[in-house]
């Protein structure tokens, strides 16, 4: 709690160094931040304009502003040459259009680089965080333009469910068992029994963990607070990398923490996992195993209300999503049979 209350504290001191500037300080800053382009700069203008004035405040996540964070970068990176205060009204359109068009390189599980194109749902993320930028610019009276006005956001083609794929009880079975490290146990029974997003197992904490009650505290979108249950394998699970918590602690940096690893290290360590046990990984990620949560408890109950509260979806159309699957693999199942 120690290093949270220190983080927060720092994190209030860098707010405050801008909205207490008054007026004209904050327009200056702003304003020279963004003819400098100094990316540290803005993005605290960036951060000091969500946690004050857009009416989320501290229940941003630490996903959400890495999210936002990563897209000002690549914005930044995009607009070479592009004054940011007066960057056109055919800017945004560009940009957003390159972000379609123009594939990045990635690694696949042979350690190949290969051309993937951006989803419509990572442009949306992109476009909404180049939004926010100037959202912020102008609530420090920095600028009036805005090159993303009137830019709808990317419709997906591709129905959720074909997307969201899940992992079979089976596949999981077969991970548990080339998981030799208890941490990446732990990682694997929480996104497949709990139904934990990647950011909130790697933002879970030991004083989160009820073991009386058999219910973890979890943090999730939004800066929700809400109770999952605990299943029998997850609570043993739990409490063996419990018991070698302290000889890992003196080695691992990130006290207090269930996970010894940031998400994007304990996302490697799951891909890395899969190729080891023969499961396929492109396609569904880490977080397919919380589809497979949401799957399976779908086809246990078939009552999407449960599933829903179990996941934590504020909207049950999101939840619908699982019967779908549900019945895409009963109509495979009939068509082998």
């Not at 949270?4 to 327009?27: E, F, K, N």
């Not at 989320?56 to 040459?81: A, I, M, V």
């Not at 259009?97 to 190949?112: K, W």
């Not at 197992?201 to 073991?211: M, S, V």
Request: hydrophobic letters at 35%.
């Amino acid at each position: 709690m120690k290093q949270l209350a220190i983080y927060d504290s720092d994190r209030r001191q860098r707010h405050r160094s801008w909205t207490d500037l008054g007026d004209d300080g904050l327009r200056r800053r702003a304003t020279a931040a963004a003819n400098t382009r100094d990316p540290g700069e803005l993005w605290g203008l960036v951060e000091a304009y969500l946690f004050q004035s857009s009416g989320k405040g501290s229940h941003l996540s630490s996903h959400t502003l890495s999210t936002y964070r990563r897209g000002l970068l690549d914005l930044l990176n995009h607009w070479q040459g592009v004054n940011l205060l007066r960057p056109g009204s055919r800017a945004g359109g560009s940009y957003v259009e390159d972000l379609e068009q123009v594939p990045f390189r990635v690694d696949n599980l042979a350690g190949e680089e290969i051309p993937r194109f951006r989803s419509p749902a990572t442009v949306n993320v992109k476009i909404a965080a180049a939004r926010t930028l100037y959202y912020a610019l102008a609530w420090a009276g920095a600028t009036t333009a805005d090159p993303f006005k009137g830019l709808r956001s990317r419709k997906d083609p591709v129905p959720p469910w074909e997307k969201r794929q899940p992992y079979t009880t089976k596949e999981i079975d077969v991970l548990l068992q080339v998981a030799h490290d208890p941490a990446d146990r732990v990682a694997i029974l929480l996104g497949s029994h709990a139904g934990l997003r990647r950011h909130e197992t790697a933002g879970l904490r030991w004083e989160d963990i009820r073991f009386d009650a058999r219910l973890i505290r979890v943090k999730g979108k939004g800066g929700y607070v809400e109770s999952v249950g605990l299943s029998k394998r997850l609570l043993t699970a739990l409490r063996s990398l419990q018991s070698v918590h302290e000889t890992r602690k003196r080695r691992k940096a990130r006290d207090g923490f269930i996970m010894p690893w940031g998400d994007k290290r304990m996302e490697q360590r799951f891909k890395e996992l899969c190729k080891v046990a023969g499961v396929g990984y492109e396609g569904k990620g880490l977080h397919g195993l919380r589809h497979g949560a949401g799957t399976r408890m779908y086809r246990q109950t078939r009552d999407l209300n449960q599933v829903q509260k179990h996941l934590r979806h504020k909207n049950i159309t999101t939840t619908t999503i699982y019967a779908k699957l549900e019945d895409e693999a009963t109509r495979r199942t009939v068509e082998d049979w």
